[in-house]
């Protein structure tokens, strides 16, 4: 009972943070980490639609972050045709994130193991090459977006704290979402299918299909998060769907603590807390920050959530 009140106290305290940051900003005139959390407010998004296929359903996907391009091209390349609506441009990023997750799904879950992790990568560095060909939109440069998302004047992204209240909003829909599939008789069944695949086929389960929906309503939230992401650079190029973008995304899954609500938020808040931090000590921080977080791994099992339901008990 302990461990459970010191992660919800930990948790609370963290979404309490992340709802008055802009509070802090605006009293003491820091606009940078209001950029800074808005950033990773959208990579939590993106790293907890992650945590809904790898920790609740078992699948290791390590081409997550095609969902982020093609979610962030989706804004850019309507923009740069003329189409500024919202509506229309997330609209479009979400279906077609949907539809390129189906195709994946439907292919790469004829596999397991290392064999689906390959697939995955593949159809992501796929993305990857596609977006490097588009010589009209940018190529290797990537694409400036020049206008921000125009939803008829009901929010103003161009507005800082109206745009990272509008990713917060987006995150904690997600999260709600994610418990409601998680605790639902379609949940219950992806978790016994994480658990003992061929038994919930002997008693009549179509684990494919299940697998498959899950499949697609993740790639659908990461698609999300990729437009978010290119409303805040202004901008979106082929570097955000490369590999090493997947693997981070798993590094802050597993660093929160795989397979918990909250656990991919935390992960995100402290990975790029500490990429940040790190980055204007040395400028080989990545030399620093992966034994750390090796150590977290290795001596913290289930992550930073697991870690917190341990310390009473320790």
């Known amino acids: 009972m302990k461990a459970f009140t010191v992660r919800k106290a930990v948790t609370a305290l963290m979404l309490a943070g992340l709802v008055l ?17 808005t950033r990773i407010v959208i990579l939590a998004l993106a790293a907890a639609s992650l945590n809904l296929i790898m920790g609740f359903g078992g699948m290791m996907s390590f081409g997550h972050a095609a969902y982020l391009g093609i979610g962030g091209y989706a804004v850019g390349l309507l923009a740069q045709e003329g189409v500024g609506s919202g509506f229309i441009q997330f609209s479009v990023a979400l279906a077609a994130s949907a539809i390129y997750a189906l195709v994946i799904g439907a292919l790469s879950l004829r596999t397991r193991g290392v064999y689906f992790i390959m697939i995955t990568l593949a159809f992501a560095q796929m993305a990857y090459y596609v977006a490097s060909g588009l010589a009209r939109y940018g190529g290797d440069d990537g694409l400036t977006v020049y206008k921000r998302s125009d939803f008829s004047g009901l929010i103003n992204l161009s507005n800082r704290t109206q745009f990272y209240y509008l990713c917060l909003a987006c995150l904690f829909a997600v999260i709600v979402l994610i418990w409601r599939i998680t ?22 389960f179509p684990a494919k299909r299940y697998q498959l929906v899950c499949f697609v309503i993740s790639g659908m939230m990461c698609g999300l ?44 808040v402290v990975f790029l807390l500490l990429e940040e931090f790190l980055s204007q000590i040395t400028e080989y921080w990545a030399l620093i920050m992966g034994p750390l977080l090796l150590l977290i791994v290795l001596f913290g099992r289930g992550g930073i959530m697991g870690l917190l339901g341990r310390l009473n008990r320790g």
């Open 225 to 268: 998060a990729g437009a978010l992401l290119a409303n805040n650079t202004d901008f979106i190029s082929p570097a955000v769907m490369y590999w090493t973008r997947s693997g981070d995304l798993m590094v802050m899954v597993i660093l929160g603590g795989m397979g918990t609500l909250f656990g991919p938020v935390m992960g995100a």
């Open 21 to 37: 940051l802009p509070l802090y900003s605006q009293l003491s005139g820091n606009i940078f980490i209001l950029t800074l959390f």
């Open 183 to 204: 605790n639902s008789r379609f949940g219950l069944v992806l978790q016994g299918l994480r658990s003992n695949e061929q038994r919930m086929q002997a008693i009549g």
